[in-house]
């Protein structure tokens, strides 16, 4: 009826108004409005200030609606230019100080937002002023430009809101839009990182383009030296570039890090990769072993390494073999080798026999000389356990004496193996390594003990001989000879106000004095704290 009247009346808008908002009318009076917005010229600039109003709306579904239709319209050229102003000029709101400033400076002819009375700025508000522009973004990638420069005199709150809704548009244009690359190329200053997040939303799901990775590491060249910046391109670079940026990229927090490798062996990954990229896993791994550094920067590499481990269907026991295979012609050893093949064999055991063959090599190369790596390679040892018995009897009887120091679990498995050959292959063995495999095991490492407190019980001094004084004996028939008993003398005592310790009888008696034990232990012996 309203769309057949010759005159549309204040009343007749206001009830249209109404039916827009009401649960069970809003499409019909929403379709309603776009209607008379398209066949009654007279009445387009009201009808489209109703329909932009809309497009502010609390009501979720009512939004959509409103936003809906103006998508519509903005494929009408007459109409395309008035609906980019007003949602150019609710974005530009988002530079004020608060929704109250932002209303109060500009066009009063402009229909009231919902939270133009808001004294503070709300995650609502805020994505109230961006709905409409950002669906009109795709339809006009150029307007990307009055987004940056929004977002350049933004707040950070409203900044991180602008980065969470901007992926819908920025992933319906493309990495191909002339504009998207216009903004990497010469986006404003302070703007960095949305072209950032941009680069990310384009790169998610496909590999950048040349062009693309071409301007990126412009930027990064001569304007932005974030090496953040060219994560979203990582496997678009060559594989000397890849390497060198290594080093930069390890020195980011661990989400970053994290998120570079994920792009650098995405091409590898099943299902979605495409088998080929910049680096091979191989390579990346043998790559981060070269790496030299020392305290902070190597736990940089470990938890590098860590992750390329963490991605088994990747790096499988083959391409493992392969890393450790030409990690072991380096010289010298890289010092994370063997914390990679113990990773190694923890993650695919069957690889147990090839890494036997490597530490075999290894003693061929008198890996001692390395102290680090050798430290690993006793511990891959005492992992292996009985199947590294025949590799141990390979080593020379000093390396074989520090092996037992390091591990002295090592010495009674290995005496028992040796015990258990036959004299055939026992006469093989070196005599220096198989006198020191039957002298008694090394001592467990001293441990630091508590100071001792005047008048307590002294422990026994080490190496020094227990005193056994005279027990006197009692009278026995010659016929019944019989053995006096003993008792189980106590430690020496050192009663205050005394510098000798006394032995006590089980009578309670002091039995002849005895030397004391210097306080200080003599040189070579071990210390008592």
Known sequence: ILLDCPEITEGAMTMIKSFCEEPDWREVGISTLYELLLKRSNLRGQMLDVLQGLTMNTNDKIRD???????????IPSLAMPLEDFATTILTRLIAEN????????DTELPPGPYDKDSQWTEESIRSCLHLFLALLPLKPRMIHGLAEVYRESSSMIKRIILRMVETPVSMIGMKSKEILQLIESGPKGSETLVTRVLHILTENEPPSKELVTMVRGLYTKRVTDVRMLIPVLPGLEQKQLEDLLPKILKQTPNVVKEAFKRILSPYRAGTGSGTGPITPA????????IEGKGEDMKGVIAATNLCFAEKTIYTSEVLAIVLTQLLEVTPIPLLYMRSVIQAISMWPRMISFVLNILGKLVTKQIWRQAQVWRGFVKCCAMLGNQAHSLL??????????AFQLHPALHNPLLQYVQSLPAPQKALIDKEVLLLIKSPPPDATLTVQQPINIGQPLPPPPFTPR????????????STPTKPPTTPLPPPILTPGSSTPQLLTPGGASAPPVSAPPLLPPPGAPTVA
């Open 467 to 478: 005193v056994q004084p005279t027990t006197p004996t009692l009278p026995t028939t010659p």
């Open 65 to 75: 609606l409103a936003i809906s239709r103006c998508k519509d319209l903005f494929c």
């Open 393 to 402: 009897l390979t080593l020379p009887a000093a390396r074989l004496k520090e």
């Open 99 to 106: 929704p109250t400033h932002a209303c109060s400076a500009e």
């Open 283 to 290: 390579q990346l791994l043998i790559a981060l072993h070269h």
